[in-house]
């Protein structure tokens, strides 16, 4: 998987200097160039995890970009308004998370997003303590979490 993430960047390089324009975009494009090369290339071969995890992370970023955005327009509109709408609570999370790495990234991205922050993470590491400032509803913010960040985040780095 390294070696195809590395001969991916490798071309990318190879075209950003073919076409000698450094812009984010550029790389991007000769990123997915790159990928696309490199998938028709290995078909054949049996591991395929670097063709598939390349698209649910880019998938995911752009999921958490949303995410994000709706948070910050949920908490910028609270602060403008006269009334406050925020009802603050502490949900207790289970984690389907085994390894320090992935709790430790799952628990960063829950905490970028405005409004929720984590609090602690239990001894045994089965439980994610989390300050949520709009808690409607907590099974749904509980199945949102798991649906929308952990699974999707599992998927990527198992």
Known sequence: MIKHLLMNLLLS????ALTGSLYFMNFFFGFL???????ILNRSEEDHRYF?????????????VYEMIVANLQV?????????FFKPGI???PLQADTDVE???LST??????????????E???WLYIHVMYLGDKERFIQRIKNGFEKRLLAILR
């Open 103 to 105: 709790i430790s990234i």
């Open 124 to 126: 045994d590491k089965k």
């Open 109 to 122: 991205i829950i905490s970028l997003t405005p409004g929720t922050l984590i609090l602690d993470i239990s």
């Open 76 to 84: 910028a509109y609270d602060v403008i308004t006269p009334k406050y």
């Open 33 to 39: 160039l790159g990928f696309s090369v490199l998938w």
């Open 13 to 16: 390089f190879i075209w950003v």
């Open 91 to 93: 949900v207790r999370y």
């Open 52 to 64: 598939t995890r390349v698209p649910q992370t880019i998938m995911f970023i752009f999921f958490f």
